[in-house]
C-alpha cells in the first residue's frame, strides 16, 4: 500500500527488546523520516524510550502506533485490537458452553495480555462465577524464547500439574501458546476438548497444524492494513485517529460443550 502510493519504506526489527529499540530511534533521529510505523517493545510496562519518541515528535515527525502504545506517550494516535473484548467474548463463549471454572495463560509484558486477562475475568465476574487467581499463569518474551528456541517447557507443565484444577477450560493469549498447552496436555493423557478445552487469538497458522484445532479469534479487517492506510492519511495531512478493530469468532474442535 504504502509502495502504491509513492512511499519507499524500511523495516526494523526490535525483537521486543527495548535495548535494540532505543539503538534504532537513535539511527532515527540522526536520519530522519517522514513518518514512522510502531510496534512497541514490552508495551505493557515503563519505557525507558519515551524520551526518545518526545524527540521525533518534537521534530516533526509523525508516529503511528500498532498493536499497543505507551502509557507515558499521551495523545500519540494507535490501532489496536479490541483486546478486552475479545478476552470477554472467548470466556463469555466458554461460559455457555457450560465451562463454570475458567483458566488462562497471557503474555505480562505487553499491553494485549493485561488487556486480554481484563475481558476475560470481567466476564467470569458479569456471570457472578468464581475467579480462581492460581488458574491465570502470566508469561514474558524471555519465557516465550525459552519454549520456542529451547523448546522447555517447564512453565507451562507446572500450570496444569500445579494451577489448572478446577478449570476445564484454558484462554490462551494466543495461538502460539494455544499449540503448546494443547501439545502437552495431549503429552499428559489429558482429552482436548473433552478434559479441557482451549480457545485463543489471532486465528494463525498454529490455530489450523494444532492437532486439535484451535477455537481462536481474527480480525474481522487486516490490521496491518488498516494502520498502513491510517498512516498514509497522517502523511498526507489528517490528524491521527487511534482505532479499535473488532475481533470475530472462528469456532473448531478445541472447545465443545460441557455436558
Known sequence: LFAQKGYSTLVYAT?????AERDILHQLLEQPVGGILVEGSKTALPSPNADLYCRLREAGIPL?????????????????????????LLARLLI?????HLAGIFKSDDVQGPQRYHGCISA???AELPIFDRCFRWYDTEDRLEMIEKRRFDL??????????PATAVICYNDEIAFLLIQELLAMGKKVPEDVAVVSFDNSYY????????TSLRHREKMGRAAAEEMIRILDGASGQSRALEWELLERSSSQKQH
Do not use: T
Request: glycine share 14%; net charge negative.
Open 96 to 100: 455457555d458452553q457450560g465451562h463454570r
Open 124 to 126: 467470569i465476574r458479569d
Open 156 to 165: 507451562l507443565r507446572r500450570f496444569l500439574a500445579e494451577r489448572l484444577e
Open 15 to 19: 525483537e521486543n527488546r527495548v535495548g
Open 207 to 214: 490455530s489450523q497444524i494444532s492437532p486439535i484445532p484451535i
Open 64 to 88: 503511528l502506533f500498532l498493536h499497543g502504545a505507551y502509557g507515558e506517550l499521551s495523545g500519540v494516535p494507535c490501532v489496536y485490537d479490541d483486546n478486552y473484548g475479545g478476552g470477554y
